[in-house]
């Protein structure tokens, strides 16, 4: 008893704490069932890999930084019929990550285009890619301001170093021609070395009014389209059909 209780401490010294768990019930099966040391050791040790591997994937998404936590699976695809189902579960494998490729999100506000983009940088984060969310106008301020305190390769390197960066809502704000430099610049890094995915309420043919120079538009475009997956969203709002719901439930409860 006294070896027995000393196991128990130095797994929980060790941090074993799914093993110091189990341990006791599987003592028992060695009395009561014709189980091997060998057995109950892989036993044992596979509990404590896949608890771990939850943690890890836990961790890594929390430190993605997504604003809410979605998966595919809870998209309405029944409302947005434009959205290629089998072509998103085909995205989910996350083969997309391996091939270096980009994803484009387009449509108009509220059709669930950052819906999917979380939910694919999920997937990756679970699988323990490293990924980062950051809306647009977020990460030109943060690029703008390096730039200004003389650190800004420091800063395009952080960002490029992801396996996976969500880069949200570029194009509802107007970006001037240093910002648009600078999303340039980051692009570029990131180009043929990881996989990006936009979100857009932009058409391509107006990326050049949006960022106030048709060159840089131009460039890069050819950089995140080269290698991408372009899913164009058109339907109604969710937000709307959050509303619409409501609304028929009060004529409903009238009547």
């Not at 401490?9 to 009561?32: A, Q, V």
């Not at 040391?37 to 430190?63: C, G, H, M, P, W």
């Not at 995205?91 to 509220?110: A, C, H, P, Q, Y």
Request: charged residues 25%.
């Amino acid at each position: 008893m006294i070896n027995y209780n000393k196991v128990l401490s130095n797994l929980e010294e060790l941090k074993l704490d799914k093993i110091r768990t189990f341990l006791p019930n599987y003592l028992n099966s060695i009395k009561d069932k014709d189980i091997s040391i060998v057995d109950i050791l892989y036993e044992l040790t596979e509990k404590e890999v896949e608890f771990k591997n939850q943690r890890a994937s836990r961790i890594q998404v929390v430190v993605s930084a997504f604003p809410f936590e979605k998966e595919v699976r809870d998209f309405d695809f029944l409302y947005q019929p434009s959205v290629n189902k089998s072509q998103i579960l085909d995205l989910e494998s996350l083969r997309f990550l391996e091939n270096k490729e980009n994803i484009v999100f387009v449509g108009t506000s509220g059709v669930g285009k950052t819906h999917l983009a979380v939910a694919l940088g999920m997937a990756a984060a679970k699988k323990r890619y490293s990924v980062y969310f950051i809306p647009c106008h977020d990460l030109i301020l943060n690029l703008k301001k390096a730039y200004n305190e003389n650190r800004l390769e420091a800063r395009l390197k952080h960002y490029a170093k992801y396996q996976l960066l969500v880069i949200d809502e570029i194009g509802y704000l107007p970006l001037d021609r240093t910002g648009a430099n600078l999303l340039f610049q980051l692009i570029t890094k990131r180009y043929e070395v990881n996989s990006t995915i936009i979100t857009t309420n932009q058409v391509f043919s107006k990326w050049g009014d949006m960022f106030s120079d048709n060159t840089l538009a131009a460039a890069i475009l050819d950089r995140l389209l080269h290698h991408s997956h372009i899913i164009k969203i058109t339907g109604p709002s969710y937000r709307l059909k959050g509303k619409i719901e409501e609304f028929e439930e009060k004529i409903s409860s009238i009547k």
